[in-house]
């Protein structure tokens, strides 16, 4: 089946209680009235644990900007404890692998006390030794990233990589899923496509079927320095679609979901500079460096986490206000992001925030335009503190 990356949605759960149901549908219907003060909570929390990584990928934006590593607080966690109960997801992932933050598996432990869904993003390096705790603490989902289907062009892409031991590990998982009889963990593959591995996508889904995999996840390479610029898919459309025609059949005989970003020239967001966005309302963002952004692709901070005493203080502060005030205000688009908008005609409106005119986040970016393919601007990332 053909999915689309989730804007507005999450993952369907059958497992929401009446309190999480009812802060859904409120987030849902002030998303639509466009609303800048909440009374919902969010519906998804994002935790960067750490901007730390023990791979060394080839297309990796952290390795385009020198920066101090830093590990998220575990007692920021436990601040949040008032929402929990409201909230119907929360996700562990972010620039850094999420699994080698020491205290991983003390915070699946504590959101087990909640009835959330958790999902992490991980290389898979550390399935094995995290498989018990997976199952006592109940992980929802499980992204693991693979680049390719073969070894060799897999460990070259995703440097430090051991193809064998991600592909053990989620085998392993597998054997231990079935034997407990459990639906869970969710697993999707989450592949990086380039002009390197375009051609191999039908591979890494045969991979999934192979492995049991539910839902192979493509994403494009966004190239952040010079040396991969050449290595994206702008102005590939033509490659691009014939490969994904190819796959989706693939998929639909295999029974393997395939979620797919949009191909150049036929993106939804048209000329617009990025899908409408939601995450100012859906998600709260807490990068490792404990500071709240829209997400993680972006460098514009709102706050320090530990600068307010109560979540509502938080969640409508001045900062997030705006933001959900501008970030879809398509009218007033800074003119020197190349918009046909003159500054003269925003002057008393709202501007866009910069880092959104020019997004490349997959779920929201606008696969029409260049930039979403090619950054080379460092302020691509968080502006994490210099070594």
């Keep these: 089946m053909l999915l689309r990356y989730k804007r507005k949605e999450l993952f369907l759960s059958n497992d929401l209680n009446q309190t999480q149901l ?49 590990y998220f607080d575990i007692n920021w966690l436990y601040n949040l404890e008032s929402i929990l109960p409201y909230v119907e997801e929360v996700t562990l992932m972010g620039w850094g692998e999420p699994t080698v933050h020491p205290k991983f598996i003390d915070m699946l432990k504590y959101l087990n006390e909640f009835n959330v869904r958790k999902y992490f993003c991980t290389n898979g390096m550390l399935l094995d030794k995290l498989k018990d705790s997976i199952f006592k ?10 680049d390719s289907a073969k070894k060799s062009k897999n460990n070259n892409i995703r440097r430090g990589s051991d ?27 989450v592949t990086t496509i380039m002009k390197d591995n375009l051609y191999e996508l039908p591979d890494i889904i045969c991979l999934a079927d192979d492995l049991q995999i539910e839902e192979v996840k493509v994403v494009y390479l966004t190239a952040f320095s010079d040396s991969l610029k050449d290595k994206t898919l702008y102005n590939c459309f033509d490659e691009v679609k014939n490969v ?52 993680m692709s972006t460098s514009q901070k709102f706050f320090h986490i530990s600068e307010y005493n109560t979540f509502n203080e938080l969640w409508n502060n001045k900062e997030y206000q705006k933001f959900r005030k501008t970030v879809n205000n398509f009218n007033c688009v800074n003119s020197t992001m190349g918009s046909n ?46 070594i």
């Design 22 to 70: 009812n802060n859904s549908n409120l987030n849902l219907d002030e998303i639509d009235k466009e609303k800048s003060v909440l009374e919902s909570y969010p519906r998804r929390i994002v935790l960067e644990l750490t901007n730390d990584c023990n791979l060394n990928c080839v297309m990796c934006g952290r390795f385009s900007s020198e920066f101090k590593k830093t």
């Design 163 to 189: 193809f064998d031991k991600i592909t053990n590990g989620i085998r392993n998982l597998k054997i231990e899923q079935k034997k407990r009889n459990l639906d869970f963990p969710y697993i999707n593959f």
């Design 341 to 386: 908008n003159s500054t003269n005609d925003c002057e008393n409106k709202d501007m866009m925030p910069l880092n959104c005119v020019n997004c490349y986040q997959s779920s929201h970016c606008n696969w029409n335009k260049r930039t979403s393919f090619i950054q080379m601007d460092e302020n691509f990332a968080p502006k994490w503190e210099k």
């Design 244 to 295: 994904f025609k190819e796959s989706l059949k693939l998929s639909e005989k295999l029974g393997i979901d395939l979620k797919l970003p949009y191909i150049q020239n036929e993106d939804i967001a048209g000329d617009k500079a990025h899908k409408n966005c939601y995450v100012g309302w859906r998600d709260l963002f807490i990068g490792s460096d404990g500071y709240t952004r829209p997400c």
């Design 137 to 146: 603490y109940k992980a929802d989902i499980i992204a693991v990233s693979l």
